[in-house]
């Protein structure tokens, strides 16, 4: 089988800015006792619910590394 693993160039990267709070994305959390659920809010009004402890991490991971991209896109 012939397989071509293609590498990243690194001069074409997009550059990522080296913290979200620089564009203004701060993740809060909090714990909903009526719903029990993670209830995490951005600093640009985004909002997301979920009731595992792993999810919930992983997306303020991702909405801190992926927020700076979008607003680039809509720039």
């Known amino acids: 089988m012939n397989m071509h693993i293609f590498k990243r160039n690194p001069a074409t990267a997009v550059a990522v800015p080296s913290s979200a709070r620089e564009l203004g994305h701060r993740v809060e959390s909090t ?7 993670f209830v ?3 600093t640009c009004t985004t909002r997301f619910e979920t009731n595992h402890i792993d999810e919930a991490l992983e997306w303020s991971e991702m909405h801190k590394a ?9 720039a």
């Open 31 to 37: 714990f909903d006792y009526s719903t029990c659920h």
């Open 40 to 42: 995490l809010t951005c």
């Open 66 to 74: 992926m927020a700076p991209l979008a607003d680039q896109l809509s």
